[in-house]
Every structure is written in structure tokens, then in C-alpha cells.
């Protein structure tokens, strides 16, 4: 009795307590991906995701290739349904059922492929889905008053009737971002932007972005370069294998390596760990070829055992070079020479007798057949080796070269079996590469071989390109990253306007130096 | 860096491979089975022969279109080369008295046809539908040029044995057809042409690239097609004892539906044996059930169009 006495102010507590209406927590972030996860056949491609972005605040979210950050976007645009968790917008939970309902509650993912139709104008696809029309007819005057003043909010001056495919990319995508701002989105996210951009043109993304950010919004910002995320972004989210690993929700006092160290799960202090080696005769030698893309004869040597770097800017020539060099574009005059013997080559097919492999720029569209597996796709021009008479293909052979090859390139893939289409980009970049060292290379011809790749794929791919050389191939490397032609190449051919502007040993190689020789003659250095 | 769990080795084998391959085989012995117990006279030795010899022609060109298609390109033509293929080898017999020379000629003016498709598709670099649509119209023009306008007889009874004589009781045709199926499944599956075909519908300059050659290869598979199409129109023409100048007409729908329906994908680099097989059997299969059950011809072309979207339909929702 006396026990009972005592407790009554607790039970009118606890009672009071019941009654009130609950207080809800007030979630300071604006975007929260609650426990997200995603699974393909074979492949778990998010598990539990869990972190936050801030109203106001530019988060990076980095990983290598396969992490799961273009699922984690298009879960966010809603072309994925997530198999478990959910997306809260300002502490409510979200439901998306198509990509409309992500759009109309304020969301724009910003896509590497930009959502453009190329044969319909600026302002056609600023409204596209929602254009204004005044008793069934389509309003044009009120669109193109909208889209211009629009356009000229962002700086840009392009007429809202130009075509979008008349437009270059980075055009493009100031009109994907004003395409976003049109319907108010608060949450914008930008899938690696700065591929194709130049210099300038990532100056004034840029200052876009923080402008945005100033206005607010909650932006995600998915991107492989470095300087990029310590330039712009407030915070950032590591994804490894699909899982979470970490978030800093501050840039202050983070290192590159801190990042590294999570996104691969090790240290790599020095991803070019580069080390000199012999060289030995002449492996490649092109003498005064001239051919489309370029605009003066062009000489190159590459000694067996040695790398050479390309580097240029877009429209140097050197994707054009390869190709003359390849059998896969016609040449108009000049010699070619693998191992001081003079070759013709008017086919990719005489270019690989000739032990001279090359491995695309363009993946997706040179590169991997898609609807094939990986073990069809790596065997795809070796199988004749292993094969019965050159017709009849030897199964056992092909599995076992691409079994090898998949575990010395590490290709992240369930089963031989796997359609190349669902591999990451990375991992495709790694199966095309496998294609050519399932052959004898005397000259291997490598365009960009790291685009799109991730820190840790980055530093195998240069191990086997050392592999490579050490064992007494040429390696001709063309790449627009100036640190990794300075990394990596034993000496380097700078391009310019089609033509070869000069050369540097890597000794006297220096950032500044290979800038001068790619810039043309006439622009105003910025 | 995860752990890869790729097997090495000898080739795993996979459920989901195993029904890519054969799934659509499997759907055909169902629906066989199916019919069998609820429609009568379907399962006897006389409507077997009759059902089997139905697809025969269809058969035997399904395998060079499945080819064709899967190597990214289509061919319309075959309607017209079938035909051609009969009238001039009833032509060429009716002139010269010899057999043989009658069917050599009508395969070698198909093989001339596919040639002439090829060389125009894969070098000068035109549309396929647009070429073969072309050829379509001319082989046809050739067609009733050769034969003066209206059927040619022919006498010679040796001729007659290749589409009515038997083997074990079972006419050559379905013979021809079955040994067509194995021969065509073992260079798709076991050759490097049947994979370079594939490779090359899937993505063509990554083919080209990895020193497949292309021209070469898509000259040779439209020249195998016109060879097998007039082949077929030669035994198709041994069966009605005369070469006509205007049958075939649709042919070319036929053969690609069944194609399609068999899995073998339109934009190219997909496609097996195994699928086309049951494609033209389940169309033939279809068809002659509804002739069994006396069903009007009309309703005939409704089932077999509905089929196949129904198919391809499926094909859709399983990728989602």
C-alpha cells in the first residue's frame, strides 16, 4: 500500500506522457538513404546503405568501380526500386515507383549520359514532359520566355531553339541543370560531370554548384578525381563492395590517402610505383604516316621494353594515331615497321598478326560486346590459337585463358558466364585488356586505358603494363591524366592539332612542360 | 579487393544457361504433350509426317536466318529465292534432261543471290532491309521471267523422288530438314564462324576491332542463306512436281517469326539452335492443330501473329 502511494505521481506521468502529441525528431538532414540495399542476379550491388546529406551542403561519394554508386543513384531517381530501406526527403519517407515520382518530389540526377533528345530544342527539352500549352496548343513563345530566362540565370547565352545536338557537352549539361532548377528540385546529383569538360568549363560548373549550394540545395556529388572533392565538396561518404564505410562530414584535415585507405581497404601510397627497366631494339616505328585525323606526317618509335605516353588534348590526334598505327583506319602514306620489319597493314586482323594489339578508347561502344559473356568476350579474337584447325573452338582452352586472365586482372564477375553488359566499367575495361594479353603482344596500343577506373584498378592496370614492358613489348599509352602519363611513361610524345609537337624524356617531362607543347599556338593561355 | 568465386577449370554448368539454351524447347515438348492428350488424330504417325513436313522448308531456312539475324542483319529476300530456286531447276531439268545439273544450277543461282545481298550489305554499307527488299522485288521479277509467266512441269520422274521419297518410312524433306538443324547447330556452337557471327551481331566494331572480319563473314552467311533458300525452293518444288514462280509469298515473315519466337533477338548477337528449333516447331505445331480442328484459315493468321507477340512479349518481362 505505502509502495503504491509513492509511485501515483509516475503513473500520471507516464499517463500524461501517453496522451500529448509525440514531438518528431527533426531530422537536420535533408536527404537520408535509410538502410538501403540492392541485389542483382549474383551480385549484391548495395547492402544497408545508411547516411545523410545536408540541406545547403555539396557531399562527394566516392568508391571504386562495383562499389554500388550508380545503383545508389538510380535508386535515387527512382529507375530502381531498392529491394530493402528507403529514401526519406526532409524526415518522410519516400515511395518510388518510376522515375516521375522521384522527379516530382524534387529530385535530379544529373547522368554521365545526359538525358537529352539531340533533335529537339533547348526549351522542347527543358519542358520535356511537362510543356506548357494553352487550350491544347502548344505554348512556344512561353516556353522559350522560360527556358531564356532560365538559360541566362545559369550565365549561359544559347538560343532556346538551337538543336541540343548542335550543343557541345558542357552546354549540355548547364541545360540539365537548369532543365533540374525549372521544376524547383532540391536534391541534385551529379554522376562524374567533369569527364569531357575542359579546364574552364569545370571553372564555371563549379561556381554553379556553390551557387546552388548557397540556394540550399542538397547536392551529391559522385566523382573519381580527388582534387575535384577536396576543391568542391563539404563532405563525403565512402561506398566499398556495396556496403557503407564511412562518412566525413567534413573535408577540414582529410587526406587523399585517408580516402584511399577506405575505398580500397588498404594503403596505396604510390599508385604509379614506377621503376625503371632495359630496353632493347626498336619495337614500333612509324615513319611520316599521314592518314585522317592527321594534319602533318607523323614519326613515333617505341622501343621493346619501353613506355611511351601520348598525351593532348581532345583533338590532338592521338585516338586517330592509333587507329592509323592498327590497320583500323585507312593510311594514306608512311611505313609502319614492328621489330624493324616492315608491315602492312590495312586490317586489324594483319595488326594482330603482326603481334600489334590495341585496346580502344570507347568501351561501350569499341570495346565489349555486350550481350555476350565474359568468357566469349575475353577469347574473342585468341580463340583461333587455341582452336582445332582454326574453326573449331576449343572450350577447354578458352575457359582456362579466361579463368587466368579473370584472376590476374582480378575481374570482379560471378561466373565466366556473366554477360559483359552487367560487369561495372571497370571490370569491363579489364576484360577487354584481358582480350589482348590472352595473345603474343610485341606492340601493345593502349587509348585511355584508365578512364572511368578506380584508384586500386588504376595501380593493377599499371602492374601489367610493367608486366608487360618488362617482358619486352612496346607500350604506346595515350591518356589526357597528366600525373599518370608523368607516372608512368618512360618517355612521352605530346600531340597538338594532329601533329606531333614534340617529345620529352621523362626526365625533363614536367606538368608545365607538356602543357605548352599540347596547348595551340593561338588561345589565350587562361 | 573482393574475393572472386569464379570457378576454373572445366566449363561449370548453370541452371540459368541451361534454360537459356533449352528453355524454349522445353516449352514446345509441353505444349506437345499438352495437345496430344486433348486434341484427337494429333498424335498419329500420319499427322506427325504431315505436321513435320509442313515446317520442313521453313526449317531448313530457319537455320541460315537464325544466322543472318543474329549477326545483326535481316533478309527479306528468301521468299523470292525459294521460288527461284524451283522454277529454274525445273527450268534447267525440263531443258537439259538432267537432274542433277537442275539442282545444281537452282542452288548456285540462290548462292549468286546471297552473294549479291552480301557484297551490297557488308561493303557498299546498305540497310539491309532496304537490299533485300530490293532483291526481293527483282528475284521475283526473275522468277516469272524464267518460267514465262506460269508453272513449269516437270517430267523427269527422278526428280520427284527428293521431295516424295522415303527413308524408314519418313519422306527426305524432314530428313534434310533434321540434318540441316545439326549441321547449322554444330557451326554456330563449334566453329569460330558460328561465334564471330554472334560477336558481330552484338557489337560490330568491337568485332571489327578484334580482327573478326566482318565483311567476309556477312558475304558468306547471306550467300548460305540464298544457297539454302533455293535449296529448299528445289525440294519444295520436287514435292509439287513443278516450279512455281509465285509461291513463297510470305515466306520470309514465317521464317523470321519463327526465329524471333525462338529467342533469337532482332537487334542481334543473341541466338541458339536450339530456340530456332522449337520456334518453327511450335508455329507448325500451332497450325496444324488448328487445321485438325478445321479452324478457318482466317483465324489461322490471327493465332500465328498472336503467338508471336505474345512471345516476345514474355521475352520483355523475363529481362525486367
Redo the contacts between chains.
Sequence with gaps: MGTAFVLWPRFVYNTVLLVLPRHREMDDMHLRFAHISKMF?GVHALDAVSFGVEQGSVHAVVGENGAGKSTLLKILCGVYRPDAGSIELAGIEQRFHAPLDAFKAGIAVIHQELNLVPEMSVAENMFLGHMPSRLGWLDRRAMQGAARVQLAALEEEISPQTKVGALPIAQRQMLEIAKALMRNASVLAFDEPTSSLSAREVAKLFSIIRRLREQGKAILYVSHRMEEIFDLCDAVTVLR?GRHVETFSSTQGLTRETIVNRM??RDITDIFHYSPRQTGGPALELEQVTGPGLSAPVSLRVAQGEILGVFGLVGAGRTELLKLA?G?ARKRSGTVRVAGRPVSIT???H??RAGVM?C?EDRK????????SVL?NIN??A??LG?FL????N??WE??NA??H??QL????????QLAMNLSGGNQQKVVLA?WLSEEVKVILLDEPTRGIDV?AKSEIYSIMYDLAASGAGVVMVSSDLPEVLGVADRIVVMRQGAVAGELSRAEATQEACLHLALPRQSMVN | MAEERVRTGAPAFSWRDWWDKAGMLVVFVLLFAGLSLKVPNFLTWQNMIGLSLSVSTVGMVACTMLFCLASGDFDISVESTVAFGGVLAAVVITSTGSVLLGVGAGVAAGALVGLANGTIIAKLGINALITTLATMQIVRGLCFIVSGGSAVSVARESFYTLGNGTMLDVPYPIWLTLTSFVVYGVILNRTTFGRNTLAIGGNKEAALLAGIPVARTKIVIFALQGAMAAFAGVVLASQMTSGQPNSSQGFSLDVISACVLGGVSLAGGVGTISGTIAGVLIMGTVQNVMSLQNVDTFYQYVARGGILLAAVLFDQLKKR
Design positions: 542476379p563492395d580500397v581497404g592498327y583500323a586490317r586489324p586482323g595488326a594482330i590495341l580502344p561502344k569499341e570495346g565489349i560486346v555486350p550481350v555476350r566469349e574473342l579474337s580463340r583461333r582452336s582454326g574453326c573449331v573452338i572450350e577447354r575457359w582456362r579463368s587466368a579473370v584472376r582480378r575481374v570482379k564477375t560471378p561466373s565466366l558466364r582480350r586500386g
